[in-house]
T-cell receptor, first 115, second 117 residues
Framework: EPEVTQTPSHQVTQMGQEVILRCVPI?????FYWYRQILGQKVEFLVS????????KSEIFDDQFSVERPDGSNFTLKIRSTKLEDSAMYFC?????????????FGPGTRLTVL | AQTVTQSQPEMSVQEAETVTLSCTYD???????LFWYKQPPSRQMILVIR??????QNATENRFSVNFQKAAKSFSLKISDSQLGDTAMYFC??????????????FGQGTTLQVKP
């Protein structure tokens, strides 16, 4: 069964460094998402992406964040200058198309630790 | 803005028994979707069940069923014949319906369910 994959599973970085989190959505999906979950807290929406552009972003998704679909298969989240409060689990999700019937499929997540 | 509230941070149930997880939400939308996602210790979130707000009939998926009360803005999940593999965190989620909707999910805080042998 197709699934969303994410790499790496765990990333440790120093404050102020740039990180890129990678996701490979399910191949025939058209809508892509990033969510984050700070330890012990709820899952929060970051950004949605469709047709090679951001369709919606949350207040969390400031100028330090960017997303890209560089080659038609990968979907990346870049944090330019990490802060301690960026430490969280980051989930990628994708869905095929029609809202009425579609399900968002989530990847296993990347745990980001900022020291 | 929409909000989703799960008031039970933790629950436990004996294997083979039934448990109900609560969820309430707030919205001014008339058409929307509600979901329950399961996040086991492996941390990958899996869809358990979904409900379209325009449908009066409660959704069911095998041992999982919901009690959807639109007027009360309540969406509880009932797990029958609980199994050890049901141990997980359960998230209630909301999604708007409509052509301008991006498919963004709004999650509740989660309920940790432990099934005891």
């Amino acid at each position: 069964e197709p699934e969303v994959t994410q790499t790496p599973s765990h990333q440790v970085t120093q404050m102020g460094q740039e990180v890129i989190l990678r996701c490979v959505p399910i191949s025939n999906h058209l809508y892509f998402y990033w969510y984050r979950q700070i330890l012990g807290q709820k899952v929060e929406f970051l950004v949605s992406f469709y047709n090679n552009e951001i369709s919606e972003k949350s207040e969390i998704f400031d100028d330090q964040f960017s997303v890209e679909r560089p080659d038609g298969s990968n979907f990346t989240l870049k944090i330019r200058s990490t802060k301690l409060e960026d430490s969280a689990m980051y989930f990628c999700a994708s869905r095929r198309g029609t809202l009425r019937t579609d399900t968002q499929y989530f990847g296993p997540g990347t745990r980001l630790t900022v020291l | 803005a929409q909000t989703v509230t799960q008031s039970q941070p933790e629950m436990s149930v004996q294997e083979a028994e039934t448990v109900t997880l609560s969820c309430t939400y707030d919205t001014s939308e008339s058409n929307y979707y509600l979901f329950w996602y399961k996040q086991p210790p492996s941390r990958q979130m899996i869809l358990v069940i979904r409900q379209e707000a325009y449908k009066q009939q409660n959704a069911t998926e095998n041992r999982f069923s919901v009690n959807f009360q639109k007027a009360a803005k309540s969406f509880s999940l009932k797990i029958s014949d609980s199994q050890l593999g049901d141990t997980a965190m359960y998230f209630c989620a909301f999604m708007k319906h409509g052509s301008s909707n991006t498919g963004k999910l709004i999650f509740g805080q989660g309920t940790t369910l432990q099934v005891k042998p």
